[in-house]
């Protein structure tokens, strides 16, 4: 532990907050905080370098607990190798064996993934099957794994800093399954997230030999794989591979050319195309809204440059409509940074939304609680999901989400404006309204409402709700008091977290701890 965590650590302590997750103020906290089961998770992807200021998995490790409290149940490590090829790209490795330096050791992994486990979270490594860089270990070692073309090594996608891997060695494959195998008995990861796996240079039969072999390398640990290609889409060739999870990059995409547009209709039948390609699949699908990719090869566009103010409602529908959410590093603070992770550029953590962070952090309530929201490999393991009727108005889209007895409802507004929508096709009964656009950025709340089969929704521009069938307590933040510059003024202000922050003149809205009190700041 770092001086700076050590410090907030026992500033905790003088407050009688032993440790975050004593820190819980809410009922989201109280969810986040436990064990999920398959169905409900939720992934983050975490470029190591760029987390923490340190840039090291042991800073890393020292804040998984504020991972916890947003939600994440898997860690999903950018790549964490050795990096060579001449222009950094961390998808260029040296060695497949060993950690990066600048992060720290194998040990060090071992002790974050120890760590993540105590929390009941798992950690991913990103694998990149297709290539390594052009100084990689082998390339002098075994010159014999590479593919040539007139004797020369081969450039992937002309990337000069990288060279093709040859899957027509077998040695090759057995070496590439035993670095997979090296991770799980060395730090005893959870899965992998394959890169690039659409690459013809990479033939099925190597995925459905290596994935039921690593799968079955330890007893009693299960391993997931996830695929970085829309399988269900796009690549039919891999259906059979044998992954866990593909990218939903179809919907993604639909998603960005919507950007922050209007239409209701629109994001209905991207939705509908999703959840058509689940029939006849064997795998779930992961959505998201941005990644590494998206987030700065795709021309270093911003959450707020792709979707505009969308991102809020068009969060709550990649979280509820279908399938395993992931959140980028940062995103919960906007996601109004275009991380260059070739450099590790760090996440600047002094930037905040409060809206963004309790809508994230509601929202993987929701799906760590609800079953209306869970998600599976077959079609019938998902909630199934119905569109409500929403009288003359374009802009709303409503849908209710069901499995079992348990029932969700999600009305979104994409409109430039405020407006009162009509939704029929209601389950009439008591709810709790878990999520309201108007008031998340003051904190998390539940209110226990009623709702009939027809019912009109008063929502804010770019607004949104999400209730939940049956009968809920009132909670929220009313209790607290505003933080004022004289509360503040005895001491630094910091997040839940245990982060530093600024003065209390400078704060936007949400809820902060001064002086041993907990505090909300009002827009």
């Known amino acids: 532990m770092g001086k700076t965590s050590r410090l907030i650590a026992a500033l905790l302590c003088c407050w009688g907050l032993a440790a975050p997750r004593a820190m819980a103020t809410d009922y989201v906290d109280d969810i986040n905080n436990g064990h999920h089961a398959d169905g409900q998770h939720v992934v983050y992807e975490m470029n190591v370098g760029a987390f923490t200021a340190e840039g090291t998995l042991a800073a890393a490790q020292a804040r998984l607990k504020e991972l916890k409290r947003i939600g994440a149940d898997i860690v999903w490590l950018m790549p964490i190798y050795?990096?060579?090829?001449?222009?950094?790209?961390?998808?260029?490795?040296?060695?497949?064996?060993?950690?990066?330096?600048?992060?720290?050791?194998?040990?060090?992994?071992?002790?974050?993934?120890?760590?993540?486990?105590?929390?009941?979270?798992?950690?991913?490594?990103?694998?990149?099957?297709?290539?390594?860089?052009?100084?990689?270990?082998?390339?002098?070692?075994?010159?014999?794994?590479?593919?040539?073309?007139?004797?020369?090594?081969?450039?992937?996608?002309?990337?000069?800093?990288?060279?093709?891997?040859?899957?027509?060695n077998g040695e090759l494959r057995k070496a590439m399954t035993g670095c997979m195998k090296f991770w799980i008995d060395r730090a005893d990861i959870d899965g992998y997230r394959c890169d690039y796996i659409s690459s013809r240079e990479i033939p099925v039969s190597y995925w459905q030999e290596a994935i039921p072999e690593i799968k079955g390398c330890k007893a009693g640990k299960a391993i997931t794989f996830l695929g970085e290609a829309d399988i269900a889409a796009d690549a039919t060739r891999l259906k059979a591979a044998g992954f866990d999870y593909d990218y939903a990059w179809q919907f993604q995409s639909q998603l960005a050319n919507f950007g922050n547009g209007t239409a209701a209709a629109r994001p209905r039948a991207f939705a509908?195309?999703?959840?058509?390609?689940?029939?006849?699949?064997?795998?779930?699908?992961?959505?998201?809204?941005?990644?590494?990719?998206?987030?700065?090869?795709?021309?270093k566009k911003t959450l707020t440059h792709k979707y505009g103010d969308n991102r809020y409602p068009l969060t709550v529908l990649y979280f509820t409509v279908w399938g395993m959410p992931l959140v980028y590093n940062g995103q919960e603070t906007g996601g109004n940074q275009a991380l260059n992770y070739f450099t590790d550029e760090k996440i600047d953590w002094a930037q905040t939304d409060s809206k963004m962070l309790n809508t994230i952090r509601t929202l993987s309530a929701l799906k760590h609680s609800v079953a209306a929201f869970r998600d599976g490999k077959a079609a019938a393991d998902n909630h199934s999901v119905s569109w409500l009727t929403v009288n003359n108005n374009t802009s709303v889209l409503a849908y209710s989400c069901k499995q079992g007895d348990s029932e969700a409802v999600v009305v979104l507004n994409f409109g430039t404006s405020a407006t009162a929508?009509?939704?029929?096709?209601?389950?009439?009964?008591?709810?709790?309204?878990?999520?309201?656009?108007?008031?998340?950025?003051?904190?998390?709340?539940?209110?226990?409402?009623?709702?009939?089969?027809?019912?009109?929704?008063?929502?804010?521009?770019?607004?949104?709700?999400?209730?939940v069938k049956g009968h809920f307590a009132d909670e929220g933040t009313a209790a607290m008091s505003a933080i004022t510059t004289g509360a503040a003024a005895g001491g630094p202000v910091y997040s839940l977290g245990g982060q530093r922050r600024g003065s209390s003149g400078q704060l936007p809205g949400g809820i902060y701890i001064s002086n041993g009190r907990k505090y909300v700041k009002r827009h």
């Open 82 to 168: 050795p990096r060579g090829g001449g222009i950094n790209s961390p998808y260029a490795a040296t060695d497949f064996q060993q950690v990066n330096p600048a992060y720290g050791t194998i040990d060090d992994l071992k002790a974050f993934v120890g760590a993540a486990h105590a929390l009941g979270m798992q950690v991913w490594l990103d694998w990149v099957p297709n290539h390594t860089a052009t100084d990689a270990r082998w390339v002098g070692e075994h010159p014999e794994y590479y593919k040539r073309s007139g004797g020369s090594f081969v450039h992937p996608n002309n990337y000069a800093d990288v060279y093709q891997l040859d899957y027509g």
């Open 272 to 299: 509908n195309t999703l959840m058509a390609h689940q029939d006849g699949i064997g795998f779930g699908r992961m959505l998201y809204l941005t990644n590494h990719d998206q987030n700065y090869n795709e021309k």
């Open 421 to 467: 929508a009509t939704v029929s096709g209601l389950t009439a009964g008591e709810y709790g309204l878990w999520l309201d656009s108007e008031t998340i950025a003051r904190g998390t709340g539940r209110k226990a409402v009623s709702l009939g089969a027809t019912h009109t929704f008063e929502l804010q521009a770019k607004g949104y709700r999400v209730y």
